[in-house]
């Protein structure tokens, strides 16, 4: 036990994350200055994509206590740890929705309609309701984290059942906070355009952001000496949770695109008419090869969910396509054709830059494994 | 079956909390009173009860036949539907019925993934529920055909019309495929889990009971090799039906949404329709199984823990539903489509308002007092929580079908819809046959699976299993195989045992499925007999995945449970083979054992050539030496004509014959008469009535021209002189120039090429009417140029 707690506290690659944080937000802020509706696309699309990964961990710890789950139990502090960056993102994304009412980035200039829905859409309804979102976010993640920080120091099974408690207002808050989140940030984009599954599509790849964030973490813990506890049991199983998460994804995406295309009705038909066009179309189908074709080939055998190697290869292709699924759904509506330079690199650098400091931060801010949880036991004697 | 090994890491000193021990039965049970409990019913005459509730239910089903029957014989007509509301009944019970079915396989595979060991007291119940609601299900597509007769038109099989293939760009048709797929692999899956059971009471049993379940269990002797393949092969099935379970309800829900009709075209459908299902099939389960529970006194097996699990499994989906709803309305809102809102309005506060507010008070109201744990934790409070559950789920099927259906776009095609007698009688039967299916399944088989819960019991079994065999190993005897009633965790790695290539099969036989059925559909569609339907691409392989998925799905799942009976030796007739006793409630290791390969290799041979020579048979059957005698036809379609031939005999007709000559006066088509005779005095009466309708282009010009040169010259010659090649041989015509042809009008002209004049025929068959125009209008230049005679 005392291993972890003398677990190094990385400070110079925690030094090394900000440092690259700081050069990716001073390079935003260049990029603003220069190409405005670029940069802010990019922003939001990095922001949302720590979101994206905070939220997952969240839900992560809030269903494995709402299911009792005894396996995961030992690597409940990874979760708590990616959590770390949702204040950092929420101040960000808070920002980025002040400065659309300035930037206008959309393409689709056309006013709404309906003189309620121009309310609704207006600026500051909508950062009112962004504060209140983040806001609920920001406060159920420090409440988990800091009930099982005091488990830690407390013990009983009194912390346990509170955070259970929390979990199912977590996820009961999540599913109507994030369905609003998702259309005021994402969908409104194409003011005139609307999809029932588009929260869910982007909740799908939410589940398997986080499990792939999760895998990566722990595999590469499990390669460390002084995280002997992560088994491959534990791998084997996060790795099934990402090849079935990476199928949930792809259903999703199937979803959506096989109904709007059969009805082929013209208010919807565009969404999709843009991004199978020349321009769009290699990213429309890398985005599906990347997240659910490969993970799936490569996760199907028994061998290469228990494989370390092969489970950092795999979580670090997903996290990648994460980042080109939200490209896909942001950036075709703010510009004309796919670019890649200065711009994207900086930005994304810059968040995964912040991902990462806050992570190790948080990892080395607490004993890396949960001594008073009540299923630490089964956790660490796990076989499957 | 996860029982802990001893501790492998240095963390041994951790401490077991009292909260992670969750023992799933209550009271002291070993594994025989688990078989004597489970097996009662089945051993003993049915209650009172039974027989009242099997009544019941039979009266319906025969309620259900004759209504089916009344409705097959005498068509759809006695059923309320209209042109506006093309679907009502029907199809909320097919969705109804095969949404019930959801819990079965839930419980079954995914519960089985998620390794909830709770799961074992109602899997067996569950998975048999779910056979029979789809068997309720695929009744309705049935009888809603006009002609449920020709039902295996459906099928994509080679047949005498082109061949014509079915569609396969039709969700309709998805259906068809994904309703199959889901039985057939429920029911191995069911029956799959029942074959140890089988072996049980075949081992305790006697006489004709005992030569039924013998037959039924295939052998089955509690081998530990044969458990390890049972182990691989049950996770395969599970990792296959899980996916199965959410395509079958999402093709079902793209029934409705690839149409156009505001309320059914929402991308939402797929994800809202499978947690429906899944909500009403834990209702249904839920309430059925505290029936039983209290009824065949099974209380230490389906506990209160169980009925807390399933009620939160209703709290979570019932709320995925709930927000659904919440979905469409705020998209309905945020869209602007008018018609979208429109028909929102009307579900709320239309006339069948009352519909949609039951529903919402059922699905979305009263889940939310499962939140309440004395509420999940009283088994009466939860039944009626249960039954409310499916009466709501009942009513979103008929708000979404019929309340979309009866206020489409056109207010001239708003209607109402009330169900008939036969409907409803219908309904009543589908209950019916349901009811007696699980009557009956109580009664004749186990409705728990005793091996399964017998192995959460007895778990602690295992350790003394495997000292035994690392001391028999010890003592340098060859541990051959270890007969067990149920799997005993780590036993396989301490025999040695390889691990099972089963999951290979399912790959491959998974990947060829998914090769032809794209392939296929790629072919037929797009190139054996191209078919436009809604302009949809010829080559359209987003709409080919469902099918592709489904027979994926099938072909892997039936291949990997082939391969296991081969594998084993297992299949209907088989005896069992095992160390000194046949019974499944001890552990036995087998130290020697006899060489029966050659016995049963033999018995094997016997059944092959029957198989081969039955297929021989059929085939001769439809095979005749002589091609001019016709064999047994088995699919003849429309070869033979039902209509009567053009030149064959007909009863029917005052002749006798079936073609018959036009009355007087028919005209061909398209044409219309000229009114004239044949006669000089016409010809005048043509010259001075007709004029031409063509205009005088240079185009009709050099046409008539052309014309005159190929049909006139010959006889006219090309001056129209009447000096034309053929002359010597017959007298001349007049020259166009002659005082006698040079002032005749058009309409003259136009008449002798009709009718003809004098040694000249008739041209009509010849000409169309627009080119004797060209041609009259030719000769008249002809008339108009050269000297008189």
Redesign the interface.
Known sequence: ?NETRSLATWPRSQAAAFGVALAGMAAALVALAADPVRAWSHLLLDTFYLLSVSLAALLFVAIQFL??A??SACLRRIPEALMATLPAAAVLMLSLTVMRGVIAPSRHNEP???S??AF?LSMPFMAARAAVVLGVWVWLASLVRRTSLVEDADGG?IH?QRIKRYSAIAV?AF??TF?IAS?DWLMSLDA?W???????YLFGGLMVHGVAAVTFVAAVLHSSDRA??V?KEHLHDLG?LLFGFS?FWA??W????????????P?EAGHYATRTSAAWLPLFWTNLIVNWVVPFVVL???ATKRDPRVLIGIASTVLAGRWLDLYLVILPETTARPQFGLVEVATALGAAGLLIGFTMRALAAAPLVPAND?????S??H?? | MMTTTAARSPWSEVERSPIADETWLEGELSPHRIADDIARPLENRPTAGWWASLAASVAALALGVGMVTYQIAVGIGVWGLNNAVGWAFDITNFVFWIGIGHAGTLISAILLLFRQSWRTSVNRSAEAMTIFAVMCAAMFPLIHMGRPWLAFWVLPYPNGRGPLWVNFRSPLLWDVFAINTYLIVSAVFWFLGMIPDFALLRDRSSGITRSIYNALSFGWNGSARTWSRYETLTMVLAGLATPLVISVHSIVSMDFATSLLPGWHTTLFPPYFVAGAVFSGFGMVTLLLIIARSAMRLHSYITVKHLDRMACIMLFTGSLVGFSYLTELFAAWYGENLYEQATFVNRLTGPYGWAFWTMFACNVIVPQTLWLRRVRRTPAILAIVALLVNVGMWFERFVIIVTSLHHAYLPSGWAMYKPTVVEVGTLIGSFGLFFTCFLLFIRFLPMIAIWEVSGMAGSHNGAAVLDAVKSARAQGSTVVDVYTPYPVHALDKALGLPRSRLPLVAFAAGAAGAAGAMGFQVWASAFDWPLDVGGKPLNSALAFVPITFEITILLAALAVTGAFFWRCRLFPGATATRGQTRSMDGFVLALRVPDQSAASRRRRGWRHGVGVLLCLAVWQSGCRGDARVRAYEYMPDMARSVPYDSFAANPVTRNGQTLQTPPPGTIARGFLPLGYQATAADAVRAGQELRSPIAATDETRHEGRRLFETFCAVCHGVNGDGDGPLVPKIPNPPAYSSTAVRMLPAGHLFHVITYGSGRMPSYASQLTREERWKIVAHVQELQLRGSPR
């Open positions: 036990m299911s009792a005894r396996w709404v309609a309906s309620a829905k609704y099974s346990h009961v599913a109507i369905s259309v005139h609307v999809s029932t599954l588009f929260a869910v002997s506890f088994t099934r199928t259903y999703l199937f979803s959506q695109y096989l109904l709007i295309w059969y009805g082929n009705i208010e199907l055998p028994r009540p299923f630490l036991a089964a660490l004697e076989s499957t």
